[in-house]
């Protein structure tokens, strides 16, 4: 049979921190990375860590802004400064903003620290730098907590927020633990508070895997502006008042994009393509809306209207003078087109543009999978690992091509890795199913396939495995009523058919087997196996012209298999050509010993000796 794979006291006093002048000189992205480093801090406890920055120096008192998320649980924390020293942070002195996700905590050194530099956010629009700085958590991809500095840009700054507060979307590369550090703009001024990052898996497990998983980029901070506001009203004055600006009467496409992120994230695709559109109608230039519009498309299974969305996108991504990110659209659009050396090309040239860009190096490395270069594609995922530590899917992918080329347990520890950044990762458990299969272990196959489908119970691969791994323990009915599962969900699932008439066939019932090789073959002409099944189906109801006539199709597909010989050869034997039948069985015998199967090579000559 074959296998499927498929993140206090109110503070009341002088403050250091000052509104930039609007026409402050940009700085490079190395200038910007010393002022972040200089102001980051992590807040770390028992349970992880997360990030926060200086806003505030009081004598010796500091104050520290962060996502309140970070310090929602009351703990012993510790607040660790850029150069590694170790300051407690009382809780009693933790004040927590109302809803918003952020809540400012203080320290106490004699030491000279750095206060942040805070901008006016709402001169961050689409298109513009952003930079974000923090502590990414100790994972099972990373050993210790060290800085992390990533460059990107704004995607949207909404009018009208999320819940807790979330306006501005970036694309940058983030991982957990980043949570409450700061989002930056080419001046080093604070624009916003970093809060959540784009951790979940966007992928649509097919019959075949893996499929190509793209980050789309969806990372949310709460402009600075919020804070200053509510700084306020609430008694937590850092001297800085927060610039005076219209309400908007009408809703920005940047609102509507925001609202269809959250909604793509949550898995209303529906939803999404719905926001993204309206986004289009007011600003029929964005750019970012057609490529998250594709993507949206694409998880909904309309792959058609995905590649037009972003072609569109790609076009815009150009004029607009962003050759990375058309390059990378672009890619995305060869691989759906399943032009895999189209998609390696596109995805090269945006590596070239953008050596960080871990979604090219992800569509590079999936192409190459498919191409057949396990070992192109394991280098690829490796670079989307040194970028991005915690993309639970690079993993995920890395460990399926150690599959292929052999190393059942290096696929295993790879899931593992996945598992341990992201315990609801279906596909990671569904994939490590197939090595625990290959291993022997079905019963650790089963276990793994049934938490898949905890997870995600519209995997069809994955009823169609479990039933494989329950008929090789001695339980047809329910392997059949996993495949029965597997063509609810998809009607048009070949292997479903093909598998449940190889059981009805051990079952004895060889005229349902005949039904479901019929069913496999109307969908896949070209379905070797099938023809040849129905072959031994026929010739065990007594139908040998008829099984002769399915050896003989097998044949014409594959002139070299094996079985189909076999078969052939028994039935004219039984047809009393002998002469013809040891001659296939002759064939069929030469071919297993070529294919290196001893087994079926040495049977079949004990067999012949005996006719």
């Keep these: 049979m074959k296998f499927y794979y498929s993140l206090v006291p109110a503070l009341i006093g002088v403050s250091i921190a000052f509104v930039q002048p609007q026409n402050a000189l940009a700085l490079d992205s190395s200038e910007v990375a010393k002022v972040a480093k200089a102001i980051t801090v992590e807040i770390e406890n028992h349970d992880g860590s997360g990030s926060g920055i200086i806003i505030k120096r009081e004598g010796n008192t500091y104050t520290v802004l962060t996502a309140k998320h970070v310090v929602e649980a009351q703990a012993q924390y510790e607040i660790v400064t850029p150069e590694g020293t170790h300051y407690s942070l009382n809780y009693s002195t933790v004040k927590k903003l109302p809803s918003v996700d952020l809540a400012v905590v203080q320290f106490t050194s004699n030491q000279n620290y750095p206060v942040a530099k805070i901008g006016n956010s709402d001169l961050s629009t689409e298109g513009t730098t952003a930079y974000v700085a923090g502590f990414p958590q100790i994972s099972a991809a990373i050993s210790s907590s060290i800085y992390n500095f990533t460059d990107g840009r704004i995607t949207a700054n909404a009018s009208k927020p999320l819940r807790d507060g979330y306006a501005l979307v970036y694309s940058n590369e983030t991982l957990a633990g980043m949570s409450g550090g700061p989002v930056l703009n080419d001046k080093g001024e604070v624009i916003g508070i970093h809060g959540r990052s784009d ?234 199913g197939l090595a625990h299969y290959e291993l022997g272990d079905k019963q650790g196959a089963i276990a793994d396939y049934n938490l898949a489908l905890k997870i995600n119970p519209n995997i069809a691969p994955a009823y169609v495995n479990r039933g494989l791994a329950r008929y090789d323990l001695g339980d047809k009915q329910g392997a059949i009523a996993d495949f029965n599962l597997a063509l609810k969900i998809n009607p048009n699932f070949v292997e479903a058919y093909y598998s449940r008439g190889i059981v009805r066939y051990k079952l004895g019932d060889k005229q349902g087997a005949i039904a479901d090789y019929n069913l496999a073959l109307k969908i896949n002409p070209n379905f070797v196996e099938a023809y040849s099944d129905r072959g031994l189906a026929h010739y065990e109801l007594g139908d040998k012209q008829g099984a002769i006539a399915d050896f003989n199709l097998a044949l014409k597909i594959n002139p070299n298999y094996a079985k189909a010989y076999a078969g052939r050869g028994l039935t004219r034997y039984a047809l009393e050509d002998k002469k013809g039948g040891i001659a296939d069985l002759q064939k069929a015998a030469n071919l297993f010993q070529e294919q290196g199967d001893t087994d079926s090579y040495q049977t079949l000559m004990e067999l012949i000796k005996k006719l």
């Design 199 to 432: 951790t979940t898996e966007n992928f649509k497990i097919s019959d075949k895997n893996p499929n190509v998983i793209i980050k789309t980029g969806f990372n949310l901070g709460i402009p600075i502006n919020t804070f200053l506001k509510l700084s306020a009203q609430t008694g937590v004055d850092v001297g800085v008042s927060s610039p005076s600006t219209s309400i908007a009467t009408v809703p920005k496409a940047d609102d509507f994009f925001i609202q269809g992120g959250d909604k793509y994230h949550k898995g209303d695709y529906k939803g999404a393509i719905a926001d993204y559109n309206q986004a289009i109608k007011i600003n029929p230039n964005y750019a970012d809306a057609y490529y998250k519009l594709g993507l949206a498309h694409r998880d909904s299974g309309d792959n058609q209207k995905a590649v037009e969305d972003l072609q569109k996108a790609t076009e815009l991504f150009a004029v607009q003078g962003k050759k990375a990110d058309a390059k990378r659209s672009q890619g995305v659009i060869r691989y759906l087109l399943k032009d895999y050396k189209g998609a390696i090309t596109a995805s090269t040239e945006a590596i070239r543009l953008n050596p960080n860009d871990a979604q090219a190096y992800n569509i590079r490395g999936t192409a190459r999978y498919y191409l057949g270069d396990k070992q192109g594609a394991i280098a690829d995922f490796n670079f989307v690992l040194k970028i991005n530590p915690n993309f639970a899917p690079a993993y995920s992918n890395r460990g399926l091509a150690r599959y292929d080329l052999g190393d059942k347990q290096g696929a295993i520890a790879d899931h593992n890795l996945a598992l341990k950044i992201n315990p609801n990762y279906a596909f990671a458990y569904y994939n490590r």
